[in-house]
């Protein structure tokens, strides 16, 4: 036995059809297979984006900084510890540390890898131009290999002052 009252035929009165809509209670059991399987993988499109767009779980990566220590220096050849850190303040050990030339200048590229404590060491012989007073020393990680760690925003330069 069929119930023709939830059936529209071809002929039948578009209020019609929204009347036994309305009269429906069976809630998503009523509604066509297309809708519910364009409903549902909607909504896990979107879990998927919102995933993407806050960084949450898997998909999540994690922003490195580089506090240089000591952080103002003068012209001339000295050691500087660069501590690289993630966001609450751990340190990451196997980042490469890279310290290269800004406004002040470098004999090349120094490059070095953090220890344990997240410290990686390097001797740098910044110079200025005579007409300079202050130049800068640009500092990037290369975060480990295979971490979930990026460096995608500026980091802490070292400021080389003539004294």
């Known amino acids: ?42 909504v896990a499109s979107l879990g998927v984006m919102l995933n993407m ?15 240089p220590e000591p952080d103002v220096v003068a012209p001339g050849e000295q050691a500087i510890d660069l501590v690289v850190v993630d966001p609450d303040g751990d340190p990451v050990p196997g980042a490469t540390v890279v310290v290269k030339s800004g406004g002040a200048s470098l004999d090349g590229v120094v490059t070095a890898e953090t220890d344990d404590r997240g410290v990686a060491s390097v001797t740098v012989a910044p110079s200025l131009l005579p007409h300079q007073e202050e130049g800068t020393l640009v500092v990037s990680v290369k975060p480990p290999a295979g971490s979930q760690y990026v460096d995608r925003r500026g980091n802490t330069e070292i400021l080389v002052v003539r004294s």
């Open 1 to 42: 036995m069929v119930d023709s009252d939830r059936f529209r035929l071809p002929c039948s009165p578009p209020g019609l059809a929204l009347a036994r809509f309305r009269r429906d209670d069976r809630a998503i059991e009523g509604l066509p297979v297309r809708l519910v399987v364009a409903l549902v993988v909607g």
């Open 53 to 67: 767009l806050t960084g949450v779980e898997g998909l999540a990566v994690t922003e490195l900084d580089v506090r």
